[in-house]
């Protein structure tokens, strides 16, 4: 494929993985962002997200990556994406503001003589590119597959994973046209190493929101019966274990404190959205999902009320530490994270609660500053230790964590080779 002179919109944990792959494989790339901060670092070479080095940032901008806040630059493009963030409005609904304005500024680029590629990445409702996107496209007079092409492309990147990243997950791509078709899969077959076509845009936009809708449904089938098998007496994590030795037809998920993040406590709701609005029905999988996975902070409180009656005391006046609370191991992100719903509940038991988080300098939950705990080995001064987040560092300092009540949410401390570590509980 020739080089293609890339604009990427929005310039986040989506956005950033798509530069990364497009100065790769030598297209010239401009990043568009509406936070001045963000394109300031990144031509600084600083970078904000975590798969990203600051070396690789330099290492981008001495090959041409230009960032940049003003629209103005987006002149002579010939493949727009757009990797803004779809979040939910204060009613719960979608909130599609940000894909809506990247959609206009672009609208005043394209011309027909280039016949630009315009490719949605953004979690979003079946509809919203055919809808949404190409009315305000198609507002400047030109239209869509005649003057430039219109394609979904849901990204898949999964923050933290080393062996799953742009490069080498499939990607979807579906066209309004099987020429946009044609034209997205040409773009991104010159990056990733496989492409799959769907039969449309819908089919695409719906496949993210199955994807996701799966993994939050599952995560919430293990948290329920996590809890009844605790009242049962049964070990929850011994069961998984021993199910996941069946080789076909069962995939493992694990409990934990809840959802979060950008994605699996806020795209079920697109779709959820969607069917209500277009059918008038609910989707019961969907919300019943969330009730549960939104129960299991109060929960793990409840566990760590549960701990300290066994142990005679109360969790009222007593000094809490949370260990890890991203919502994903090994990164910097609290959005959504399960983390502030357990030190909420904890406080309103009377609980006095710290943290300890390399990732995360401060934190404050309802504006109120959570303590930080620098080291470790203070959690000596702790009545109980609470692990959320299983970041690497916590596996591999083991011996440093030490208090009289220990409950492990992620099962990870907790059970090592197989076996029960006597010191900690498990969720
Ligand atoms: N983070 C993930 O793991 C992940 C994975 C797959 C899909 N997604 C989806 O990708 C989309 C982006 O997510 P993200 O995690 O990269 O978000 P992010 O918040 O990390 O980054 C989005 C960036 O877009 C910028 N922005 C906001 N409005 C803009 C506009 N109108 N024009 C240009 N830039 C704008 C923001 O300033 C921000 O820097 C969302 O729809 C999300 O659901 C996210």
Redesign the pocket.
Known sequence: MQIQRVAV???????LPLVRACVANGHEVIG????QR?TDNLALGISH?DDVSDSEVKDWLAQGFLPTADASMLSQIDVFVI????PLSSDGTPDLS?VE??AR?ITGQIHSGRRPLVVL????YPGTTEEIVKPILESGGLLAAQDFSLAFS??????GNATWTFENTPKLVGGYTSQCADRAEEFYSSLTTKVVRTKGLKEAEMA?LLENTYRHVNIALVNELAKVSHLLGIDFWDVIAAAETKPHGFQAFRLGPGVG???IP??PNYLGHRVRAELGQSLRFVELAQEINASMPEYVAHRVVELFAKAGSSVSGSKVLLLGITYKPDIADVRESPAYGVARSLRELGAHVSYHDEHIAQWDVDGEAVARVAALAQSREFDCTVLLQSHMRYLECLDEISSPLMLDTQGRVARIGGAHVPAWSTL
């Open positions: 919109l929005g310039l986040g944990y989506v956005g568009f962002d509406v936070s963000v997200v990797c803004v963030p779809t940000a304005s990247a500024l990445e953004s979690t979003t849901p990204e898949r990147i999964d923050p993210k993040g950008h994605c806020i795209d």
